[in-house]
């Protein structure tokens, strides 16, 4: 049995991972900034703890979390958002003496973060992207004019990033521009802290590949599509289904994540449209729709545990592609804000498609459907569910209020 800290226990990821852990016999400690989180109520977690925000104070996060690690005799830490990431990377070497850290080694990690560079290496792998350029101000902007072809979309180099000065991180969100005054504005948001990645806007279905691997050999593979995204123009996904593997995309995943020499678990993000998939981004951490992995039969924490604690397969050794198809799970938070967004008929980019309110009354009725599972209700842990409605409740007039 391994000591485990698993962070953001708030979120449906960690609970994923703290019931899959705890059942493999592990030690499970459930750590997070936020009070009542739903993951400090499950029964499958030994322990509670809590750490600095880091968006307000990313060095005492990291700090925090080094402690914990040496008091407790961690074996292995699993950071699961990038605000926490950050400032486990920045102290990473001083982790390493304590516990394995999950993450995959730099520099394999950074080039993941890094929009650009992930776009580029994919395009000399022959991988099929968006077109694609990299401005550091809205005067650089100005000099794609000619070359774009509306809308386009407007990407920060990384979505997390250190805000110089305050030692606090700040979360920047994808925006869309309909014309040149348009883009200006949207890059002009983000110069003071990153370069922009202009992207041409693609249609189509969002498709995610998982995979586990070690040193660039695929362990495991899942994929899914997401059937509800928050904000409705494109986002993490409030409800989504696996489906079979695509062969295809899952050669490209393997593709990408090889020349990386990747070691750990990995989403590699396409859109699928008319003209064939265009790769879009490697989530390089816990993604968000893990629990839907886990409910459809591919237990992502145990075999990822597995693999720092004990080592890998031997080689030759087939990836696992086992799971259920057609399965569902929703993140029952971000559906309400996707119906509510729905309903407001707030529409913040006119010009991109957006579902009806017959859709969201829809989606409404859905929630009794027992056909459909939930990230983190279930009833053989019931009290993370009771506090995830109560956590709804609470932030669901404001939430709703700014729901795009």
Same mark, same amino acid.
């Given at each position: 049995?391994?000591?485990?800290?698993? +962070?953001?226990?708030?979120?449906?990821?960690?609970?994923?991972?703290?019931?899959?852990?705890?059942?493999?016999?592990?030690?499970?400690?459930?750590?997070? &900034?936020?009070?009542?989180?739903?993951?400090?109520?499950?029964?499958?977690?030994?322990?509670?703890?809590? #750490?600095?925000?880091?968006?307000?104070?990313? =060095?005492?996060?990291?700090?925090?979390?080094?402690?914990?690690?040496?008091?407790?005799?961690?074996?292995?830490?699993?950071?699961?958002?990038?605000?926490?990431?950050?400032?486990?990377?920045?102290?990473?070497?001083?982790?390493?003496?304590?516990?394995?850290?999950?993450?995959?080694?730099?520099?394999?990690?950074?080039?993941?973060?890094?929009?650009?560079? +992930?776009?580029?290496?994919?395009?000399? /792998?022959?991988?099929?992207? @968006?077109? *694609?350029?990299?401005?550091?101000?809205?005067?650089?902007?100005?000099?794609?004019?000619?070359?774009?072809?509306?809308?386009?979309?407007?990407? @920060?180099?990384?979505?997390?990033?250190?805000?110089?000065?305050?030692? &606090?991180?700040? *979360?920047?969100?994808?925006?869309?521009?309909?014309?040149?005054?348009?883009?200006?504005?949207?890059?002009?948001?983000?110069?003071?802290?990153?370069?922009?990645?202009?992207?041409? #806007?693609?249609?189509?279905?969002?498709?995610?590949?998982?995979?586990?691997?070690?040193?660039?050999?695929?362990?495991?593979?899942?994929?899914?599509?997401? /059937?509800?995204?928050?904000?409705?123009?494109?986002?993490? %996904? &409030?409800?989504?289904?696996?489906?079979?593997?695509?062969?295809?995309?899952?050669?490209?995943?393997?593709?990408?994540?090889?020349?990386?020499?990747?070691?750990?678990? =990995?989403?590699?993000?396409?859109?699928?449209?008319?003209?064939?998939?265009?790769?879009?981004?490697?989530?390089? !951490?816990?993604?968000?729709?893990?629990?839907?992995?886990?409910?459809?039969?591919?237990?992502? $924490?145990?075999?990822?545990?597995?693999?720092?604690?004990?080592?890998?397969? $031997?080689?030759?050794?087939?990836?696992?592609?086992?799971?259920?198809?057609?399965?569902?799970?929703?993140?029952?938070?971000?559906?309400?804000?996707?119906?509510? %967004?729905?309903? !407001?008929?707030?529409?913040?980019?006119?010009? /991109?498609?957006?579902?009806? !309110?017959?859709?969201?009354?829809?989606?409404?009725?859905?929630?009794? &459907?027992?056909?459909?599972? #939930?990230?983190?209700?279930?009833?053989?842990?019931?009290?993370?569910?009771?506090?995830?409605?109560?956590?709804?409740?609470?932030?669901?007039?404001?939430?709703?209020?700014?729901?795009?």
């Amino acid at each position: 049995m391994a000591r485990i800290l698993v +962070t953001d226990s708030h979120l449906g990821s960690a609970v994923a991972l703290i019931r899959s852990l705890e059942q493999r016999g592990h030690h499970v400690i459930a750590a997070v &900034s936020e009070p009542d989180s739903p993951g400090a109520y499950s029964r499958h977690a030994a322990e509670t703890l809590r #750490y600095p925000s880091p968006f307000e104070e990313a =060095a005492a996060t990291g700090a925090a979390l080094l402690e914990i690690v040496r008091e407790r005799g961690v074996d292995l830490l699993i950071p699961v958002t990038d605000e926490v990431i950050l400032p486990i990377r920045e102290a990473r070497a001083r982790f390493a003496q304590h516990c394995i850290v999950a993450l995959a080694p730099d520099p394999a990690f950074t080039l993941a973060r890094d929009k650009p560079g +992930t776009i580029e290496l994919a395009a000399s /792998l022959g991988i099929p992207t @968006p077109r *694609t350029a990299v401005v550091a101000d809205a005067a650089a902007a100005r000099d794609l004019d000619g070359t774009l072809r509306w809308p386009v979309v407007v990407k @920060p180099q990384a979505s997390r990033v250190a805000a110089a000065g305050n030692g &606090s991180i700040v *979360t920047l969100r994808v925006a869309y521009a309909q014309d040149m005054d348009d883009l200006e504005r949207r890059v002009a948001a983000f110069e003071a802290l990153c370069p922009s990645v202009v992207q041409e #806007y693609c249609s189509g279905a969002a498709v995610g590949v998982e995979l586990l691997m070690h040193e660039g050999r695929p362990l495991a593979a899942f994929q899914h599509r997401r /059937l509800r995204e928050v904000p409705i123009t494109g986002g993490a %996904s &409030s409800l989504r289904e696996s489906m079979p593997l695509d062969a295809d995309l899952l050669q490209l995943s393997v593709r990408l994540l090889e020349a990386l020499d990747w070691t750990g678990v =990995a989403m590699v993000e396409f859109k699928v449209g008319r003209d064939g998939p265009k790769l879009m981004e490697i989530n390089g !951490r816990i993604w968000g729709s893990l629990p839907l992995a886990v409910r459809a039969g591919m237990d992502f $924490p145990a075999r990822m545990a597995d693999l720092y604690l004990w080592g890998p397969p $031997p080689v030759g050794t087939a990836p696992d592609t086992r799971y259920e198809i057609g399965v569902r799970s929703r993140n029952l938070e971000l559906d309400v804000l996707w119906v509510a %967004s729905v309903l !407001r008929r707030k529409r913040r980019y006119p010009f /991109l498609p957006a579902p009806r !309110r017959r859709d969201a009354l829809l989606a409404g009725l859905g929630w009794l &459907s027992p056909a459909d599972g #939930y990230d983190i209700l279930a009833l053989r842990d019931p009290l993370p569910g009771v506090a995830e409605l109560a956590r709804i409740a609470k932030k669901l007039p404001r939430k709703v209020t700014h729901a795009e």
